[in-house]
Nanobody, 116 residues
């Protein structure tokens, strides 16, 4: 069974930074690519970034150069460092195993609100 718990969200002004963290409770964590997704109000959930088992990373065009995804296999955690935040980054952020389509392992997410 997979459980994912996100934290680190909050309210920040445009231009500010936040660091999200996700703790994954499944033994095969290091064998899976992991991703961060977000869902803005009234919009579909979208992929923000993913990181492979070999630590390769990929980002949505909208966050390239501002966000950094990382993972710690010893702690079963995946992080998302978000800099130069914009109001359009507002949404609920979720981590998940990266797959297409996404697996139904969604946690409660963490709310990020960026004020202008």
């Amino acid at each position: 069974q997979v459980a994912l718990v996100e934290s680190g969200g909050g309210l920040v002004q445009a231009g500010g930074s936040l660091r999200l963290s996700c703790v994954a409770s499944f033994s095969a964590f290091r064998l899976n690519p992991m991703a961060w997704y977000r869902q803005a109000p009234g919009k579909q959930r979208e992929l923000v970034a993913f990181i492979t088992q070999g630590y390769s990373t990929n980002y949505a065009d909208s966050v390239k150069g501002r966000f950094t995804i990382s993972r710690d296999n010893a702690k079963n955690t995946v992080q998302l460092q978000m800099n130069s935040l914009k109001p359009e980054d507002t949404g609920v952020y979720y981590c998940n195993v990266f797959s297409i389509p996404p697996r139904d392992y969604w946690g409660q997410g963490t709310q990020v609100t960026v004020s202008s």
